[in-house]
C-alpha cells in the first residue's frame, strides 16, 4: 500500500492549488485522509483531514481558504488552498489512517513522499 501524491509546483500569491493523493493497494479501513505541511527545520503540522463521514479539521492559518474532499472508493483525497500567501510555501504531505487487516488494532499513519508548493513573495 502507497500513496501518490499530485500538483503542487510554483503558485502566484492569490492563487489557487489543488493537491491530489491516491492510494493503491487495499485496506481493511480508514480512519482518515488529508495533508499536513512542513517548512525546513520545523515540525509537520496539519493542514485539513477528513473522515469517510464527511468531517473535517483544519488548521487556523488555512481555515476559509482550504477544502477537502475523499472520493467515494475512500482511496483518494483532494485538498484545494486558495488566496495563497508565501507562508503557504513548503512541503505537503498526504496522510491516510488505515487499518490493513481486520484484526488490526488501532491506526496506522501512512505518509506519502510530500509535495513541495512555491508561493513567492
Known amino acids: 500500500v502507497r500513496l501518490v501524491e499530485s500538483g503542487g509546483g510554483i503558485v502566484q500569491p492569490g492563487g489557487s492549488l489543488r493537491l491530489s493523493c491516491a492510494r493503491s493497494?487495499?485496506?481493511?479501513?480508514?480512519?482518515?485522509m488529508g495533508w499536513y505541511r512542513q517548512a525546513p527545520g520545523k515540525e509537520r503540522d496539519l493542514v485539513a483531514t477528513?473522515?469517510?463521514?464527511?468531517?473535517?479539521i483544519s488548521a487556523d492559518s488555512v481555515k476559509g481558504r482550504v477544502t477537502i474532499s475523499m472520493d467515494n472508493a475512500k482511496t483518494t483525497v483532494t485538498l484545494q488552498l486558495d488566496h495563497l500567501k508565501p507562508e503557504d510555501t513548503v512541503v505537503y504531505y498526504c496522510?491516510?489512517?488505515?487499518?490493513?487487516?481486520?484484526?488490526?488494532?488501532?491506526?496506522?499513519?501512512?505518509w506519502g513522499q510530500g509535495t513541495s508548493v512555491a508561493v513567492p513573495a
Open positions: 496522510i491516510n489512517e488505515i487499518q490493513y487487516y481486520k484484526l488490526c488494532t488501532g491506526y496506522f499513519k501512512l
Open positions: 477528513i473522515t469517510p463521514r464527511g468531517d473535517t
Open positions: 493497494g487495499s485496506v481493511f479501513s480508514v480512519k482518515r
